[in-house]
């Protein structure tokens, strides 16, 4: 016959064992849900090449072909139209600055280097102008983050800001923290952000995958607070 003390070793053991079953459904559900995480970047990067290719093929590559057939065009004017001539390489100035100014945007939405030259509080204000909300970016000055941290940064306050809407108003604050990089959107006044969960899972997954922790909450009079911390040491 077991004695109380050998019950109580058997429901110890038994408590330990549900508990390591536990843990170990925990690491298989995290396992899991990394798998299909690296399965989005990687599908999502696979997805950013071929819209960088539409667009060089529809912007710079389209307009760079049209300047050649051009100046061919001009070339053979020198002779018997100088006028004409002079008047098509004025338009075809104007439409090198165009393809220019082109690839420059298409090169910011890859990495903007205005991350590099004027820093993240620089970048992200130039994004709010662009994505039309008005927006109070504190970033202090002169902090300098690691370039995958900063890029993670911006391009998660950057699929925020677009997908806000208009009408809204917004703040992003960025500091450090407990030797993490912590930031946060604030959005109000604009629905766009409160069912952006699924819109903003590639940029969970840039987060999450830098060891980061990513999280979107709704709150009383249409705001919405998108927040994340990013690791230093990795």
């Known amino acids: ?20 079953q536990e843990s170990l459904e925990r690491l298989r559900f995290e396992v899991d ?14 997805a950013d090449r071929r819209k960088i290719e539409r667009e060089l093929h529809d912007g710079p590559q389209q307009e760079l072909a049209a300047l050649s057939v051009n100046l061919q065009i001009a ?71 690691p370039s995958d941290v900063a ?4 391009f998660g306050c950057v699929d925020a800001l677009e997908r806000a ?3 809204t108003k917004a703040t992003i604050s960025v500091r450090e923290e407990a030797g993490a990089v912590v930031f946060e959107i604030v959005a ?23 060891g980061g922790r990513f999280t979107i909450s709704s709150e009383p009079g249409d705001r919405t607070r998108v927040s994340g911390s990013l690791p230093l040491e990795r």
């Open 1 to 20: 016959m077991f004695s109380l003390a050998d019950e109580e070793v058997v429901a110890l053991e038994a408590r330990e064992v549900k508990a390591l």
């Open 33 to 46: 849900e990394l798998r299909a995480s690296r399965t989005r970047l990687a599908l999502g990067a696979d």
């Open 75 to 145: 070339r053979r004017l020198m002779d018997d139209d100088p006028a004409g001539a002079r008047a098509l390489l004025e338009e075809l100035c104007r439409d090198a600055q165009r393809a220019v100014e082109t690839a420059r945007e298409l090169a910011h939405s890859v990495y903007p280097p205005l991350i590099e030259t004027g820093g993240l509080g620089a970048a992200l204000r130039t994004a709010a102008a662009n994505a039309g909300v008005r927006t109070r970016v504190e970033v202090a000055a002169g902090a300098v983050w």
């Open 151 to 154: 890029g993670t940064v911006y």
């Open 165 to 167: 809407g208009p009408g």
């Open 188 to 210: 109000d006044g604009g629905p766009g952000l409160a069912n952006a969960g699924a819109d903003l899972t590639v940029a969970r997954d840039r987060v999450e995958a830098l």
